[in-house]
C-alpha cells in the first residue's frame, strides 16, 4: 500500500494579504451606507425637481393661482388647447392634474368660467359667461388634502362644478374674487350695461 503524503501546515498568512482581505471585507458596507444614503436622499431630490418644475410651469402648482403668478408656459399651454382664447385674461387657476395642465382645470377669465377634463383622450370644455350665471356657491372640502367645490348654476339648468385647492386659503381666495367677477358682469350691473 502506498504511503501517504505527508500533510504539510499552511504557511500563516502573510499581515499585508490579511490587511487587504480585511480591506475588502468592508467595502460592501461603504456600498451599503452609500445605496442607502442615495434611496433617502432621492424623495428629497425627487420634490426638489417636482419644485422646480412647478416654477417653470412644466407641472401644475398643487395651490389656486391667482393671474399675477400663473406662469406664461401655463397660459400657453391652455392657448394651444384651445380653453381660452387668445387675448383673453385668466384671472385664478388651479389645475388637479399631476404632471400637465391639460389633464384637468378650473380658472375663470375676464369673460368667463371654464372647468376641462380630458376624458379617454379627448378633452372636454364645460363654460359659461358671467352673464349665463344664475348663482355661485362654495362647498369646502373640510380638509387641506381634499378639493372644495364651486358650483356655478347655468340659467340652462347645467350646473359648471370648479375644484379649488384649500391650500392657503386659496379657495376662499379663489372664490372670492371669482363672485367679484360675477357680480361686475351681471346684467342687472349698471356697470356692466353695453353703451
Known amino acids: 500500500m502506498p504511503e501517504s503524503p505527508p500533510i504539510q501546515p499552511t504557511p500563516p498568512a502573510s499581515p499585508v494579504a490579511a490587511t487587504a482581505s480585511r480591506k475588502k471585507s468592508k467595502a460592501w458596507l461603504w456600498w451599503l451606507i452609500g445605496g442607502a444614503g442615495f434611496v433617502a436622499l432621492l424623495p428629497c431630490l425627487l420634490m426638489l425637481a417636482y419644485g422646480i418644475g412647478i416654477e417653470k410651469g412644466v407641472f401644475p402648482d398643487s395651490a389656486a393661482v391667482p393671474e399675477s403668478r400663473i406662469n406664461a408656459r401655463t397660459l400657453e399651454h391652455l ?48 363654460q359659461a359667461k358671467y352673464d349665463q350665471i344664475i348663482h355661485l356657491e362654495l362647498v369646502g372640502s373640510g380638509g387641506l388634502l381634499e378639493d372644495s367645490t364651486i358650483i356655478a348654476d347655468v340659467q340652462d339648468g347645467t350646473q359648471i362644478y370648479l375644484l379649488v385647492s384649500a391650500e392657503g386659503g386659496g379657495d376662499q381666495k379663489f372664490f372670492d374674487r371669482l363672485d367679484q367677477e360675477w357680480r361686475a358682469h351681471r346684467p342687472e350691473n349698471p356697470a356692466s350695461a353695453e353703451p
Open 79 to 126: 392657448r394651444d388647447l384651445g380653453v381660452i382664447a387668445e387675448g383673453e385674461r385668466v384671472l385664478y387657476f388651479y389645475s388637479t392634474g399631476l404632471i400637465h395642465v391639460g389633464e384637468d382645470g378650473n380658472l375663470f377669465t375676464d369673460r368667463r368660467v371654464v372647468s376641462y377634463e380630458t376624458v379617454d383622450g379627448k378633452l372636454e370644455i364645460y
